[in-house]
Nanobody, 119 residues
Framework: VQLQASGGGLVQAGGSLRLSCVAS???????????LGWFRQAPGKERELVAT???????NYADSVKGRFSISRDNAKKTVYLQMNNLRPEDTAVYYC???????????WGQGTQVTVSS
């Protein structure tokens, strides 16, 4: 497994969760210069972008999570985080971390972590 995601779970609406995704040694050398991201896929829906962060710190959020979610990275720990606050039932999905090596147009995906928000 090249990316190990964790931190998902069951939470009530309005609650918070923090997702983490650690890169393995196999891709640690490409972690720092890569664009990192979180995507999610709800049942019956296509995978969608949640947030991305370039190596220079440029951040992009889906409109649905702006003001509630925050992406960050720790290059020394080869880890990307997603802080999710004020969660809503519609945030329920499997969340996937992603490492995008832009010059090579290559993506690495984590195994996914389930987030369930109850109303």
């Amino acid at each position: 497994v090249q990316l190990q995601a964790s931190g998902g779970g069951l939470v009530q609406a309005g609650g918070s969760l923090r997702l983490s995704c650690v890169a393995s040694r196999a891709i640690s050398s490409v972690f720092n210069p890569s664009t990192l991201g979180w995507f999610r896929q709800a049942p019956g829906k296509e995978r969608e972008l949640v947030a991305t962060m370039t190596s220079r710190g440029t951040i992009n959020y889906a409109d649905s999570v702006k003001g509630r979610f925050s992406i960050s990275r720790d290059n020394a720990k080869k880890t990307v985080y997603l802080q999710m606050n004020n969660l809503r039932p519609e945030d329920t999905a499997v969340y996937y971390c992603n490492v995008h090596i832009v010059p090579l147009a290559r993506h690495y995906w984590g195994q996914g972590t389930q987030v369930t928000v109850s109303s």
